[in-house]
């Protein structure tokens, strides 16, 4: 009798302490028509070299205490300082030959958010949307606007021609050339792999809490003031400690229509389906409709996953069971564990 008793309170304490959800991150840095024949092993090399240092950098913040939404800024700044992907440094071209840049932040604890739309002068847009969220009474802040608040900040601001690069001015070459038979419309051109890029980070750190961020240039040779899904809270980027957080590449303008991000969440919250199956889901949804692109998931337990509907997505993610780096879809492991 004695030792039963002993042996209750022991019980209680044991079932009402959650097992913890291990930290992890996924980022990405974007998808589109990426295969072997396309990349020398240099390349390759290098892609995967800055996805390593990215997903580490963010890695140890997490195995360090640090918080979700420090890991998933870390992460992104690499990415944005590497010329290789369509955010920060490597972003895009216009149509008018300059560069507007997006970026989107959100922490799941609150669902908390701040984004930056079409920004020509700042050199880390996600610390611009990351001070919108924490600095300001907004969510989204555009233009002009956006770049008085990142001077108010005393963020890093740059000339526009810091963004400039000749792979990226080639492809606003090829863009141009292909439009021209639609010179009435700005047409859609099946080439993912030089319109888009877009860089993404998600984690989880060790009190739960979920974050995303994501950085693009947009899309090459877009115009009259095109705003992606990037800054669109839901679309391309989203954060929920309910149920997951998202970071979204691909063809913005159908991200923005399928609500893609938080669609993924509503169906772990709401439908009971794990990250990686609603991520599967809504992606091949997405293609059906001719939708190409890619997310990075993480959820509440800690599940890390990836799904996209393109030949690749630069993407990596790293918790305690080690570091997996891909680029190809044949390398994909489907539920990324
Ligand atoms: N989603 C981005 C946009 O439409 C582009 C990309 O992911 O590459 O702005």
């Not at 690499?78 to 369509?86: A, K, R, T, W, Y």
């Not at 600095?135 to 400039?164: C, I, K, P, W």
């Not at 069971?321 to 879809?329: N, Q, S």
């Amino acid at each position: 009798m004695k030792h039963l008793l002993l042996a209750i309170p022991l019980f209680l304490s044991v079932s009402v302490t959650a097992a913890k959800a291990p930290v992890g991150i996924v980022i990405h840095g974007g998808a589109g028509t990426i295969d072997r024949v396309n990349m020398t092993e240099a390349q390759r090399r290098n892609y995967e070299a800055t996805l390593t240092l990215a997903v580490n950098k963010g890695y140890q913040v997490l195995a360090s205490g640090g918080s979700s939404l420090d890991a998933v800024t870390q992460a992104v700044i690499i990415m944005e300082d590497s010329p290789l992907f369509n955010a920060g440094k490597g972003a895009v071209y216009t149509w008018d030959e300059t560069h507007e840049l997006d970026a989107a932040i959100m922490t799941g604890q609150d669902r908390n958010a701040g984004a930056v739309a079409s920004v020509t002068n700042v050199k880390n847009p996600i610390l611009l949307a990351r001070a919108v969220m924490e600095h300001s009474e907004h969510v989204m802040l555009t233009g002009s606007g956006a770049e008085q608040f990142a001077a108010a900040r005393q963020l890093e601001l740059v000339d526009n021609a810091y963004f400039n690069t000749q792979f990226r001015f080639e492809a606003l070459k090829k863009a141009k050339q292909a439009e021209q038979r639609l010179p009435h419309q700005a047409a859609i051109i099946p080439d993912p792999n030089w319109k888009m890029g877009t860089v993404g980070a998600v984690a989880i750190d060790n009190n739960g809490n979920l974050a995303a961020a994501t950085s693009t240039g947009g899309m090459t040779a877009k115009r009259w003031g095109r705003v992606g899904d990037v800054p669109v809270i839901g679309a391309g980027n989203f954060a929920d400690n309910s149920s997951c957080a998202v970071s979204g590449t691909g063809h913005g303008e159908y991200f923005i229509r399928y609500n893609v991000a938080a669609d993924i969440c509503a169906r772990v919250k709401y439908q009971g389906k794990t990250a990686a199956a609603a991520a599967e889901e809504v992606i091949a949804e997405l293609l059906q409709i001719g939708g190409t692109g890619g997310v990075i998931v993480v959820d509440n337990e800690g599940e890390l996953s990836w799904a996209f509907n393109t030949q690749g997505m630069y993407r990596a993610k790293q918790n305690h069971t080690g570091t997996v780096v891909e680029i190809f879809a044949d390398q994909n492991e489907k539920t990324g564990n």
